[in-house]
Each structure stands twice: as C-alpha cells, then as structure tokens.
C-alpha cells in the first residue's frame, strides 16, 4: 500500500530542473499577468538602485559646503530630498500593484491545479485507490499545492527582483568607484560559495520533508476513520508508536531543511556587515589620500548592504524553490497518472434494458503473477437474483467490479443485452446499475439531499414512500426537523441506520438492475428481515446480483453461484446445491454449526 511513498527519499538527479519546468509550463496562461508583475518590480528596482547615488549626492552637497565654509545650497538640498522622496513614494506604489497581480495570479494558479486534481480523480481507475493511501493523496491536493501557492506569490518576484537588484547594484558600483566595487564584492563572494554548498546539501531533506508529511496525513487519516476500531482492539500504544515513529521521520527530515536553509541567512548577514566594515576601512584611506570625498562614501555604504541583501533573499528564495520542486513532483506525478482509456468514441447507448447478463469466458488479475478470475463464464437472464457467495479472496466483488467496468477485462466478454461493455461507454453502463455497498457513504447535508443524491425531479412522496419501505421513516421522523435535518457529526447515525439510507436512496434510483454487496450486513436481524421484504420488492422485474456472507439471505435467489479460487465450482438454487452435499452445503451448514 506504501510502495508509492519512497518516491520522495531519494531524489533523482534533475528532478529539481524537470519539475520546474513542469511548473513554468503549467503557468503558461498567467505569463503576461507575471510577466506585468516582474516589469514592475524591475522599475521599483531600479528606483532603489538610484537612491543610494542621490543620498551620496545630498551628502556630498552638505560636506562640501560645510569643508569650504559656505552656506549650504537648501535649493539643491530640498530638489534632491524631493527626488529621494519621489523615488521611495513610486517603489511603494509599484510593490503594492506588484503584490496584488502576484497575489491574483497565485490563487488563479492553485485554483487551476485544485480543479485539475479534481477533475484527475473522477479520470483515475478503481486500480488507483486501490494501491494509494488516501491521506497522502489528500496531502498532495492541500499541503503540496498551498507549497506552490505559497512560493510563486512569495519567492517568484523576490528572487527576479533580487536578481536585477543585484546585477544593478555591481553596475552602480563600478560606474561610482571601482576600487570600492571590488572591496564589496571580494567580501561578499564568500557567501556566495557557502549558499551554493547549502543549497545542494539540503534538496534532498526538503523532497523527503514533503513525502514525510503525506505519510503523517495518511496515517493521521487512517487512524482518524478507524478510531472506534482502534479503541475497541486497544491498539492506541501500538498506533502511537506508528505515529512517534513517523513524526520522528518527519522531524528529522523537517529539521535538516530547515537547519540547512535557516543557516544562509544569519551567514549571509555576517558577511553583510563583514562587506560594510570592509567599505569603511577601504573608503576611509582612500578618502585620506584624496581619491574619493563623502559621497561616494555614504553611498558604498548603501550599495554594501544592497549587494548582500539580494544574496541573502535570492539564498531565501531558492531554498523555498526546493520545497516548491517537491512539491510539484508530488503534485505532477498524480496528475500524470495513468487515466481510464477514453470512450468519448463510444457512441452506442443501452437505454431500455431487459437485464440479460452473460460472462463469456472471463479472465482478470490484478496484476500479471496473480490472475483472480480465471474462466468464468454464466448466463443470467433478466429479472434473475443472482447470489454469489464463496469464502473471502474468491473473486466475488471482482466479478462486481468488471461487471461495472471499474476494471478492465484481460481476456474474454461481458454482455449486457447482448451488448458488449467493450462497445459501452463507463457512464452507460453505471447509469443501468442501482448499488449497495458493505461501506456506507453519506455526506455532509440533508437527509433528503442524501436521498435525491445526483437525480432530479424526485418529490417528496417519493423519498418518504422508499425510507417506509426500508423502515427507516420513523427514525427520521423523530429527528429534530426530520427529513431536512442536516448529516453532520452532531447526528449521531447507527452503522444499520446509514445502510438503511444508502439502501433507501438505491430505491429512489430506480435503476433496471442492482447489485447488492452484503447490503445487510451491518444490521440487526430484525431489520434485516423488513429490509429482507423491501429488496425482494424492489428486485422484482429487475436483474439482481447479490453477494452475501450470511447465506440465510439469499436462499430465495434464482440462481446461486458458488465461487472458489475464481472459478465457479457449483451452480444452481439453494435446494439443489443442498441436495448435492457439496461445498455450498458445507459452507451453509457451517454458519449454523454450534460452538
């Protein structure tokens, strides 16, 4: 169930690379909104570098007239103050509209990929589910997208702006004095290798952090769904050392990232100041020696702590760019998961449908080295109850599963009319089908949203008229606004009570054929005899499939088949297979067997 999960601890090299890439093209739509956001922060950018040269400029406006014993010129003084002023007034204004297209663009883009990822779960195969916890899938469509949201509204501008400021700021200098320029730069260089050597360290730790964070969802999730199981096998002390032992991965591997990426900043702020001292020092004696007066001075000093700043945030944004590559990898490879073929060329359509079924020599595994069903073949005519009974890993819900399509046949047919599912599209044959699972499903609404799920039209006679037939009317009547009371974890709903819906929204459903998956099997046997009365009802007319644990449910069936190991090993009603004294006899005998 896990083998998915170490995709993450060793990443291969270039992921870093491919998935931003894949990144870059997702966003493909958005250029021109980024694009507006980047020009920008290019133009505040450019105010910044400016300003350092008119403060040098101001400085060296004052010290000169205070050095030769004038008075100072308060006109050039207030126009280049007003200019300084203009300067950070615009950077102010261009960051705000920077950060508001950033932002919009954001959410559009984690709209998109919350959309996609919806849609790529209703395109996904059973198979899918089958081998993926869903605590880590829901992982990827929360934690790993707010990942991205986070990093293209935060680092995407930061590290271009950061990098044009960088590049202006060497520019700047070198045009201002280039014995400073290379004092700045020669004390900052330093830094520069130590972030390149804390960046390739800490990839790997932030690719295991994002794996090791869907691991704690899923079991978090298990654990959550299957409390009361939990509890009643006293298994809290095994769970939590299941929970320690993943926390503990998830420290480790959380800690190391962070370690690795929180280091680069206070590094990056010594040599910031280790670069200011240094301009100091050099300034100071070539000011001694007549190469240089203040200004230049005053404006070195900004433009020290301008040149590592940039370092610093694009050291900031590249590590957050880490994070971001695993989580794109985590979010690309779900989207890139194998989807269920296409059938938009399927053009024909069962609508009226009798209900003959046949399985023509049917073989299927789910995978290669396991072959589950290996000849199975049967006529059902319509209007037949089919019960299929058998010991667990028989193949029984498989049979269910190809009859619906939600996995593909490796050889052989299955006819509905004799129509073949190859030739029918997945909806077609769903729409044919009315259901009732061992596993219930309700979701957060009303009990008559509940009951009309996904079917139009349906009145209100109709609801009451099916939950009278299940028993299940005078419950709901007595709940406090009875049929708009709203399923949410203040109702408190039995294990029975919310079959006896699931089975009362299948009757509203009123679909040719059914399949009922020990559709009884978590209630009482008082209900479920009136439940018992209420399918013999609604299957009439309608071609049934019945699997059952408790054969006493099924003894009135046309035909029961008695799987094993996949094949079908007898076959007829329930007096004849108990005429025979074969295994179905035995199976039967066995559940009324004293202790």
Not at 206 to 233: C, P, R, T, W
Not at 322 to 349: G, H, I, M, Y
Request: glycine residues 8%.
């Amino acid at each position: 169930m896990r083998m998915h999960a170490v995709a993450g601890e060793k990443p291969a090299k270039g992921m870093f690379k491919k998935s931003m890439l894949k990144l870059i093209k997702y966003c493909k739509k958005y250029y021109w909104m980024i694009g507006i956001s980047l020009l920008l922060g290019a133009i505040s950018v450019v105010c910044q570098i400016i300003t350092p040269n008119k403060i040098g400029e101001l400085t060296e406006i004052i010290s000169g007239a205070i050095g030769m014993g004038v008075a100072i010129d308060i006109g050039k003084v207030t126009s280049v103050a007003l200019l300084i002023l203009t300067l950070a007034l615009l950077m102010a204004v261009l960051g705000y509209f920077q950060q508001f297209i950033m932002a919009t663009t954001t959410q559009k883009v984690v709209y998109k990929f919350r959309s996609d990822i919806s849609n790529k779960i209703n395109k996904l195969p059973l198979k899918y589910f089958d081998t993926h916890l869903y605590g880590d899938t829901l992982s990827r469509v929360t934690n790993d997208v707010d990942t991205i949201g986070q990093t293209l509204n935060q680092s995407i501008a930061s590290l271009f702006s950061n990098i044009i400021l960088f590049i202006g700021v060497v520019i700047a200098m070198f045009v201002t004095q280039w014995i400073m320029a290379f004092t700045v730069i020669a004390a900052t260089l330093i830094g520069f290798l130590i972030m390149l050597i804390f960046l390739t360290k800490s990839q790997k730790y932030f690719n295991m952090q994002q794996k090791d964070l869907g691991d704690m969802n899923a079991h978090i999730e298990e654990v959550y769904s299957g409390h009361n199981v939990v509890k009643l096998f006293n298994a809290e002390s095994d769970k939590g050392e299941e929970f320690k032992k993943i926390n503990k991965k998830l420290y480790n591997s959380g800690w190391k990232s962070q370690f690795l990426s929180g280091s680069m900043m206070p590094i990056m702020n010594f040599i910031g100041n280790f670069a200011f001292v240094a301009v100091c020092v050099v300034g100071a004696v070539l000011a001694a020696n007549n190469i240089i007066g203040l200004g230049p001075i005053a404006s070195f000093m900004i433009y020290a702590r301008m040149f590592s700043n940039p370092l610093s945030q694009i050291a900031q944004s590249l590590t957050s760019l880490q994070s971001t590559s695993a989580a794109s990898t985590r979010v690309f490879e779900f989207l890139e998961e194998q989807e269920l073929e296409d059938e938009s060329n399927k053009t024909e359509v069962l609508t009226k449908v009798k209900g003959d079924v046949e399985f023509d020599h049917v073989k299927f595994g789910y995978n290669k080295d396991k072959i589950i069903i290996h000849d199975f073949s049967v006529n059902v005519k319509a209007g037949q109850k089919v019960a299929i009974v058998g010991p667990t890993g028989a193949g029984k819900t498989t049979l269910v599963n190809l009859l619906m399509k939600f996995y593909e046949i490796d050889s052989g047919d299955i006819k509905i009319d004799g129509k073949s599912i190859h030739d029918l599209a997945r909806e077609n044959i769903h729409d044919l089908f009315g259901m009732v699972l061992q596993d219930t499903w309700l979701f957060e609404g009303t009990i008559k949203e509940n009951l009309r799920y996904n079917k139009e039209g349906v009145s209100d006679e109709k609801i009451i008229e099916a939950c009278k037939s299940v028993g299940v009317d005078h419950f709901i009547q007595t709940l406090s606004n009875g049929y708009d009371t709203v399923i949410d974890d203040a109702v408190n709903l039995s294990a029975g009570q919310k079959q006896l819906l699931t089975i009362a929204r299948t009757m509203i459903e009123d679909k040719p054929m059914l399949i009922l998956d020990e559709a009884t099997s978590s209630v009482d046997t008082r209900t479920e005899e009136l439940i018992q009365k209420a399918m013999d009802k609604l299957m009439e007319g309608r071609t049934s499939f019945i699997i059952a644990h408790r054969l006493s449910t099924i003894k009135n069936a046309d035909i029961i088949l008695v799987l094993n190991n996949g094949d079908v090993i007898e076959k007829g009603n329930h007096e004849e297979l108990m005429a025979k004294g074969g295994f179905y006899a035995d199976l039967y005998n066995s559940q009324f067997a004293e202790v």
